[in-house]
């Protein structure tokens, strides 16, 4: 009741969520009553969370940030839902986002931006925007989010969050509506990294649901929490710290740099080649799966369905041009083209092969040091409108977040102070499954 409350009374300002589940919330609360009564209750039982509107919902509207699909009430829950569910979470509601998750600022939702609870004037980051602006806020203690680019952590550096993107395959994707299935990863937006390693826990296992799901034994994420930083190896990607990262936030970084080596971390510069190739060949691989993704939304079996449709044609055509956002079409155009025979030798499987040399790049580096250290994002969060008609500076907003993608592995950023007044992050990479001593390293540092 705290925390409907809260959405109740500051969500106007804020725009963060899409859908209040309040009858759910509070039976829910009620179950997670009887559980603590019996003393079958887990780690989050009794626990609110909101999720992002990107995960199918059963009986519960869920719009993934788009027209398209304003109308839709899913007929299953994600794999994820289940999770939390049995883990006796209390859903409180679902979240805004940009538009099929593309997007690195919210201001691509369908239902409007969302701002910035540090600033009022500052996107939150995105696209999991409405879930980091609700966290920021304390409008919830807890939040799912996905990441295709960069989309947990973000905005999580952005609201002063923990955000962690886990090794592909960790986390079902099933009932997550797709964005660029071999990129999409949902995971935890927490305040602590202990909270993070706990939701990790709830989130992560096989599911034969999910066709990449990856068969390993449970692990419990939490269980190096305490461990020490002595002797451990930490990089430094030389092109994550030149030109384009601002000033103020490459000197907030230092003051963390000086922290961990305190706490008995080693630190040294190390070298990724290709990195400045991973936004180029992001922007063939994300369009391109999402070109073939979305084509789902026609019209026909559930969304957004034009009126007066003359023929199928028609139907298609206005439903999809009606249906969709300025953001998504640019990508599914730019996905089609790039998918095209003639041109798929020259772009997709090019960018297929730059995605290999940047996977390698981590390898390398991973021979040398346990794990990476960068900013997470070039700047503090930019304000709402800055750069809303330049997509090519929005993209750079995920310089530092989508060559991890490429590659698979994990990487999560925690707080690093405020510049201007704006909270910024730091973000740690590791190979893969290396999840726990990220949070290992997370929690002792904050
Ligand atoms: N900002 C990136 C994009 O627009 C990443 C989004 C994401 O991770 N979902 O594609």
């Not at 109308?71 to 099929?100: Q, R």
């Not at 609870?117 to 939040?143: C, T």
Request: hydrophobic share 40%; charged share 20%.
């Amino acid at each position: 009741r705290h925390f409907l409350e809260r959405i109740k009374r500051y969500d106007g300002q804020l725009n963060s969520v899409i859908t209040l589940t309040e009858e759910l919330a509070l039976q829910q609360a009620q179950l997670a009553d009887s559980r603590l009564q019996q003393g079958t209750a887990d780690a989050l039982t009794g626990i609110p969370i909101l999720h992002k509107d990107i995960f199918c919902t059963k009986g519960i509207k869920t719009t993934c940030g788009s027209k398209m699909l304003d109308n839709f009430i899913a007929p299953y829950n994600a794999t994820v839902i289940d999770k939390f569910e049995s883990a006796g979470a209390v859903m409180l509601g679902k979240t805004n986002m940009d538009e099929f998750a593309m997007g690195s600022s919210n201001e691509t939702s369908y239902y409007g931006a969302v701002k910035n609870p540090w600033d009022i004037q500052a996107v939150p980051g995105g696209s999991s925007g409405g879930s980091a602006a609700a966290l920021a806020a304390r409008l919830a203690p807890m939040a799912t989010g996905t990441d295709t680019g960069g989309s947990i952590r973000q905005p999580a550096a952005l609201c002063n969050l923990v955000g962690l993107k886990p090794t592909y395959g960790t986390v079902s994707r099933y009932g997550i509506i797709a964005y660029a299935s071999s990129l999409d990863q949902a995971g935890p937006m927490t305040h602590t990294a202990e909270d993070a390693g706990l939701l990790l826990n709830a989130m992560a296992g096989f599911d034969g649901k999910d066709s990449t799901s990856l068969e390993r034994p449970p692990e419990d994420y939490t269980r190096h929490l305490q461990d020490s930083l002595k002797g451990l190896r930490i990089g430094l990607p030389q092109q994550y710290f030149g030109d384009g990262l601002n000033a103020d936030v490459a000197q907030q970084l230092e003051t963390a740099i000086a922290v961990l080596k305190q706490l008995g971390a080693t630190v040294k510069t190390v070298d990724l080649p290709n990195s400045h190739l991973s936004v180029p060949a992001y922007y063939i691989i994300a369009p391109a799966e999402c070109s073939s993704n979305l084509s789902r939304f026609d019209g026909v079996r559930f969304g957004y369905r034009c009126e007066n449709a003359v023929d199928l044609m028609d139907l298609y055509k206005r439903s999809r041009g009606e249906g969709f956002g300025a953001e998504v079409k640019r990508r599914i155009m730019i996905g089609t083209y790039a998918l095209s025979a003639g041109y798929y030798d020259a772009y997709y499987l090019k960018a297929q092969q730059i995605r290999r040399l940047i996977s390698n790049d981590f390898k390398q580096a991973f021979q040398e040091v346990d794990v990476l250290l960068s900013p997470t994002s070039p700047t503090p969060a930019f304000n709402i409108g800055e750069k809303v008609d330049d997509p090519v500076t929005m993209y750079l907003s995920d310089i530092y977040t989508i060559a991890i993608n490429l590659a698979g592995i994990p990487a999560l950023s925690i707080p690093a102070g405020f510049v201007q007044n704006r909270p910024i992050g730091l973000q740690l990479i590791g190979n893969y499954f290396s999840e726990s001593r990220l949070l290992n390293i997370a929690h002792q540092y904050q």
